[in-house]
């Protein structure tokens, strides 16, 4: 009971001391200031009634949704004592296979800085800025000579340094038994059993009505639909992040999506924010970096070539690009395994006076990088409020997508989760799969590691990325991929090659999400 | 033994070809008999002319309506409109229902619309009304945008003021006429572009009026920027001809109810979509259509959205473009050519003009029943549609409206 305690007096103080730094803070003492001269407020019950001001303006649900929003989003220190490096991750061989692989990508990196010739970071010359600023709408008409950049690199690269990925403590054994993991990554992580997902995901259950399910044409609304979105009004009207979240796990309408996520996220549309964009975008104006190539390169090569999302290429440039600039992502790394990467002003390597983190923002795009963005474009059509999104989205989830770490968010988690699900619930499927030389993992990597984006349609996208939202997790897209194989089980057995394997699993548009996972969480037979 | 249909194009495209080779139809010359023939609008005024003397036998048919330029020439869709909308009036139907600025609330779809030099004056009445407007010229008998330009002063078109003050009984040779509209300068953007509809319509009789409209449909965007700025007036060929590529409606739809709201965009697919696609074929152009039983006719609709999610029709086109630029886009005009010929050549054997061109539901592919005029009839029985005279044309209007979900479909 005293080390609850102490632990909640921890987390108080903790929290507090980061919210006293917001803008936030400096707001609620001004509305306290300002309170002081309304009649209601006295000088004998100040504090009573100063709450109670806050509570009926809204205020004190701006606290709360701050709140909530930090307790989310930073995990807290699992023991005072801890160093920094454990609240990355506690783990020290993921730590040291994060750091080997950020040493590969920046090598690579800076290779193509030297082959071509180019500065990692630039100055424009005011010409130039002048004329980026008059395209700034229609960066996508520009037809750069790209052919020598390559993405520094593809999901696929990342998927073989996970495969060897191997814990030192831990003795495999060279007998196979049939508690042997067949698959491809050979650390041991806990990940969940199918009855702990049925409790965790308890509001997708067979009893409980879902967007994407029970809003079909032939379903009368009055059963499910009118009254969800009734509710959906009601949320957004009480502005409460905790209660939003809760809400979207059965799914959001797509009129109320853009404010619930915004409600979700703790994205408010403030004149701050809008000049923190413009300042991004002025230092766009002022300096190139290299990445911006990788960004144009990455963007022309997979959004623009996307049927639905090419229209959106322009934003994408504007989201992207400020991105990279963004110093106050750095603050992520704090609960990230990565780190950003270092480098050095010329001549003076090794000198930590002289590091600068490169990009600013310490996020190296890869190859599919862009398609993070791309289906926020159907909600948000104003440039700095997308960025906010896609900002929040990043450091939230995506960043966990592509680093090495025991996080049960982590990718490398995600894809246990995915081949134990498999072999456990399927096994024929799986055994059948890896005779032939198709491990499951490397077809299904590919959509995790996007978060199905662009391989699913835009709507059943959105429907997922509800359900991330909504239970703060990614573990939802190991399950999805599961269920797609379990859903094409009967093609892929009789399948004979990977390329095969491949054809019946190449598209999935025409997939829906919400009775996939029903099915294979609630109506499969274990 | 039933033999097989002959075929004849003037168009060689891929997505006919290889729909009438996939139905087992033989490929025989213009000379020879044939049973099918997909004509461009060149060959349809040779062979429906009076000096041609052509006659159609009953197993064959044809892809256009002799006058079909009654909707898809740009002063006559407007001539027809106008007709329609004072026909309604006269008789006081609630179609013809105006707001409190004088704008017809169910017959404003089409862009404010005079013909030059005809309407000069009349276009320079409403001109001054709106000075800072920009308005687009079209000439009338020319297709796919050639000879557009915009003008935002009166001086632009001087030529045609000089020409409407000359002996009014100098016959002005059809190529020099052109129909001036508003140009929409606000219209929808998405991803800053602006773009465009197209829908198809297939029409396999006029009397009574069947006409089906296609699930699905394009949106086409510019791969310039839009901007209003008049500097951009020069660089219009760029603006309104090029065209990226396609998209399919729906995702238009969610894109819209997520941006703006699930109401307006209900309004916009569900209400105004359902007025004019119909309208413009029922109201306007049936009275005056030759309804040929030798043809039927699949057009393209043009259709801008604005800022405010209201549809214009811009174009109403008689040989919608069959060429491709992406597997998709190569996709839909195959099943679109496919659900075509399902409906207007059933079963696929030898046409008999003399059948009562109803299809079974099974046949219509992505197509869906806009309007059919005999399935209405036999709902609503009490109202007397044989005469199609003006004064009942009101009769007809209210009728449309009441039946609502029977007879018409609404955009999905």
Redesign the interface.
């Known amino acids: 009971m005293l080390q609850e305690e102490e632990d909640l007096s921890l987390t108080i103080a903790h929290i507090v001391q980061k919210l006293k730094g917001s803008r936030l803070y400096s707001q609620l003492e001004r509305q306290a200031w300002v309170s002081l001269q309304k009649p209601e407020i006295k000088l004998e019950s100040l504090k009573e009634d100063i709450k109670e001001f806050f509570r009926i303006t809204g205020w004190e649900k701006k606290l709360q949704n701050a709140v909530y929003s930090e307790l989310t989003v930073f995990p807290l220190p699992r023991h005072p004592a801890a160093p920094p490096e454990h609240l990355k991750e506690p783990l020290v061989y993921m730590r040291k296979a994060q750091g080997s692989w950020e040493k590969r990508i920046l090598k690579s990196l800076n290779s193509m800085c030297t082959e071509l010739s180019i500065p990692l970071a630039r100055k424009r010359p005011v010409v130039e800025q002048k004329e980026l600023l008059n395209k700034w709408?229609?960066m996508g008409?520009d037809e750069p000579d790209l052919s020598l950049f390559r993405p520094v690199y593809a999901p696929k690269d990342f998927l073989e340094v996970l495969i060897n990925l191997r814990n030192p403590n831990y003795e495999n054994g060279d007998h196979l038994n049939l508690r042997t993991h067949l698959g491809l990554i050979q650390v041991p992580l806990k990940v969940k059993y199918i009855s702990e997902l049925k409790d965790y995901f308890i509001e997708l259950s067979l009893n409980t009505g879902q967007l994407g399910i029970d809003d079909a044409t032939q379903v009368p609304p009055e059963l499910f639909e009118n009254e969800h979105v009734r509710l959906g009004q009601k949320v957004l009207a009480e502005q409460d992040s905790a209660a939003a979240q809760q809400y979207v796990r059965q799914g959001s309408?797509?009129?109320l999506?853009?404010e619930l996520w915004a409600l979700i996220l703790n994205v408010s549309n403030q004149p701050e924010d809008l000049l923190y964009y413009e300042q991004l975008k002025s230092n766009v104006i002022q300096h190139d970096l290299l990445v911006d190539s990788l960004i144009y390169k990455d963007v022309k090569l997979t959004a623009s070539n996307d049927?639905?999302y090419?229209?959106?290429?322009?934003?994408l440039y504007q989201v992207l690009l400020c991105f990279s600039r963004d110093t106050s992502v750095l603050g992520h790394f704090a609960y990230n395994s990565a780190s950003p990467p270092k480098s050095y002003i010329r001549g003076k390597l090794g000198m930590e006076d002289y590091a600068v983190f490169y990009p600013p923002n310490g996020v190296i795009p890869f190859h599919g990088f862009s398609m993070y963005v791309a289906p926020l474009?159907?909600?948000?059509?104003e440039p700095s409020k997308l960025y906010q999104i896609f900002r929040e989205m990043y450091v939230r989830f995506f960043f966990r997508l592509h680093s090495i770490s025991s996080h049960h968010s982590g990718i490398v988690s995600l894809c246990f989760l995915f081949e134990t699900l498999l072999q456990t619930h399927l096994p024929q499927l799986f055994y059948h799969l890896r005779e032939i030389g198709a491990q499951p993992l490397r077809i299904s990597f590919k959509w995790m590691v996007r978060a199905f984006s662009g391989y699913l349609a835009?709507?059943q996208l959105?429907l997922l990325w509800d359900r991330i939202l909504g239970y703060n997790s990614l573990e939802i897209l190991a399950v999805l991929a599961a269920a797609v194989f379990a859903f094409r089980a009967v093609n892929l057995m009789e399948v004979t090659s990977l390329a095969a394997a491949e054809a019946v699993l190449a598209d999935l548009s025409t997939l829906k999400v919400m009775p996939l996972l029903q099915i294979f969480l609630f109506a499969t037979v274990t | 033994m039933a033999s097989k249909v002959k075929w004849v194009t003037d168009i060689e495209k891929s997505v006919l070809i290889n729909n009438f080779e996939k139905r087992g139809w033989v490929q025989v010359t213009e000379n020879e008999d044939w049973n099918f023939y997909w004509m461009s609008v060149q060959t349809i005024r040779n062979v429906f002319s009076l000096e041609a003397g052509y006659r159609l036998s009953d197993d064959q048919i044809v892809n256009h309506f002799p006058n079909h330029y009654e909707l898809t020439r740009k002063d006559l869709m407007v001539k027809n409109i106008k007709r329609y909308r004072k026909e309604l009036e006269k008789e006081g139907s609630p179609l013809a229902e105006k707001d409190e600025n004088g704008k017809y609330i169910y017959l404003d779809f089409v862009p404010v619309t005079f013909m030059l030099p005809a309407d000069y004056n009349l276009f320079v009445e409403e001109f001054r009304k709106s000075p800072s407007s920009t308005w687009i010229m079209k000439p009338c008998g020319k297709a796919q945008g050639k000879g557009i330009f915009l003008i935002n002063k009166l001086s632009q078109i001087k030529k045609w003021s000089r020409d409407s003050k000359t002996s009014s009984f100098v016959s002005q040779s059809s190529k020099e006429a052109y129909v001036i509209s508003l140009y929409i300068s606000n219209p929808l953007l998405?991803?800053?572009?602006k773009?465009d509809l197209r829908l198809y319509v297939l029409v396999s009789t006029y009397r009574p009026l069947r006409c089906y409209v296609y699930k699905l449909g394009f949106c086409r965007?510019c791969?310039?920027?839009y901007t209003p700025s008049t500097s951009e007036l020069d660089n219009m060929f760029v603006m309104i001809i090029n065209f990226?590529?396609?998209?399919l409606v729906n995702?238009l739809r969610?894109?819209l109810?997520?941006?703006r709201?699930?109401e307006v965009?209900g309004k916009l697919f569900d209400e105004n979509g359902n007025y004019f696609a119909e309208s413009s074929l029922w109201g306007c152009v049936c009275p005056v259509m030759n309804n040929d039983k030798h043809c039927f006719e699949c057009y393209g609709y043009d259709i801008i959205i604005d800022d405010k999610l209201k549809p214009w029709l811009i174009e109403v086109n008689a040989s919608p473009s069959l060429t491709s630029s992406?597997a998709?886009d190569r996709i839909l005009k195959y099943n679109l050519i496919n659900d075509t010929l399902n409906i207007v050549v059933p079963n696929g054997e030898i046409p008999d003009c003399k059948w009562n061109k109803s299809p079974p539901k099974e046949v219509l592919g992505n197509y869906e029943i806009l309007c059919d005029e005999e399935l209405a009839q036999t709902e609503g029985a009490e109202r007397d549609l044989r005469n199609r005279s003006g004064p009942s044309i009101g009769l007809k209007g209210s009728r449309t409206r009441e039946t609502g979900k029977t007879a018409l479909t609404t955009w999905k």
């Open positions: 709408n229609e008409t309408p797509t009129a999506r853009a049927d639905y090419f229209v959106f290429e322009d934003y474009c159907f909600l948000y059509h835009t709507d959105l | 998405i991803g800053g572009r773009f965007f791969t310039v920027k990226h590529g396609g998209g995702n969610l894109y109810e997520s941006t709201g699930k965009t992406t998709n």
